[in-house]
T-cell receptor, first 116, second 111 residues
Framework: ETGVTQSPTHLIKTRGQQVTLRCSSQSGHNTVSWYQQALGQGPQFIFQYYREEENGRGNFPPRFSGLQFPNYSSELNVNALELDDSALYLC???????????????FGSGTQLSVL | TQLLEQSPQFLSIQEGENLTVYCNSSSVFSSLQWYRQEPGEGPVLLVTVVTGGEVKKLKRLTFQFGDARKDSSLHITAAQPGDTGLYLCAGVDGGSYIPTFGRGTSLIVHP
């Protein structure tokens, strides 16, 4: 149990629609990262937020966007959904500060998105 | 892009057997992590190795970081059905500290 919660657990959308996924970080963590995991693949880094600002971004188009809120919870928004966006979306929280770096990730159970 | 290659991709063994999975890259990492992911769950961090040549043990699991900090291995002794899962390695860049994952090794241990 990591203390990171994601909602919803499953979601079905059609091509062209928009989706918002939510993540609640582990208590005390100030950084949130989002990863996309397609079937049979490892997680691919989408972006990371620290202090409500984007702190790094992977090779994903601008239709993938995010927000981090003052309570460190986060949203991932995907516009104009494509069939290839079908995947498990994972949120991970971590802590930056006091000399600690942010690579120790605590993952939620993910949101399984199906685009039809 | 730092590419991590994991091998084998799939492994199906009997309880009690030993196994080794590998994680290789042409890039140097500041550290390397190993995670295990079970179906319907997110990855769970098992260990982080930082120093070239470092060996860490976690019960029946032995992790080794290559001398050049480009590769790593995970050895499991006397595998048990509870070891079943997807084993992911992740290289950590010293600048961004953002882990980059390999494709994983899917392990099934039969009773």
């Amino acid at each position: 149990e990591t203390g990171v919660t994601q909602s919803p657990t499953h979601l079905i959308k059609t091509r062209g629609q928009q989706v918002t996924l939510r993540c609640s970080s582990q208590s005390g963590h100030n950084t949130v990262s989002w990863y996309q995991q397609a079937l049979g693949q490892g997680p691919q880094f989408i972006f990371q937020y620290y202090r409500e600002e984007e702190n790094g971004r992977g090779n994903f188009p601008p239709r993938f966007s995010g927000l981090q809120f003052p309570n460190y919870s986060s949203e991932l928004n995907v516009n104009a959904l494509e069939l290839d966006d079908s995947a498990l979306y994972l949120c991970a929280s971590s802590f930056i500060g006091g000399g600690a770096t942010n690579e120790k990730l605590f993952f939620g159970s993910g949101t399984q998105l199906s685009v039809l | 892009t730092q590419l991590l290659e994991q091998s084998p991709q799939f492994l199906s063994i009997q309880e009690g057997e030993n196994l080794t999975v590998y994680c290789n890259s042409s890039s140097v990492f500041s550290s390397l992590q190993w995670y295990r992911q079970e179906p319907g769950e997110g990855p769970v961090l098992l260990v982080t190795v930082v120093t070239g040549g470092e060996v860490k043990k976690l019960k029946r699991l032995t992790f080794q970081f290559g001398d050049a900090r480009k590769d790593s291995s995970l050895h499991i002794t006397a595998a048990q059905p509870g070891d079943t899962g997807l084993y992911l390695c992740a290289g950590v860049d010293g600048g961004s500290y953002i882990p980059t994952f390999g494709r994983g090794t899917s392990l099934i241990v039969h009773p």
